[in-house]
């Protein structure tokens, strides 16, 4: 299926994108760039969990509008980590394996990060 084929697919596609693309900006504007694939990973992860919470809340008569937030802010820290680091000729890889479980025990106070 090409997208001279389903011009409606590709115009809905370039809509998300959009959407995608203002919070990025948004991100952008009140956050520091990241660093390395690491805080992009934990970032990333960040947001996933927080759609892992819709999903465990969701029921039939459930709105979706909180679970498309989520997933439109994790494209768009997918296209940041992609800005950020991995389209840089220089990457910064200075985030330690204890830095992250670090940061992996405040997401998730008691789970084991060894």
Known sequence: MG??????????LQALGAEAAAELFRAMDKHAPMHSLHEGWAVIFEELDELWDEVRAWQPDSDMAKARKE???????????????????QVSRGATSSV???AMRELHPGADFS
């Open 3 to 12: 997208s001279d084929q389903q011009p409606w697919l590709m115009a809905r």
């Open 100 to 102: 992250m479980r670090e």
């Open 71 to 89: 997933a439109i802010q994790i494209a768009a820290m997918a296209l940041r980590l992609v800005h950020d680091v991995c389209d840089q000729p």
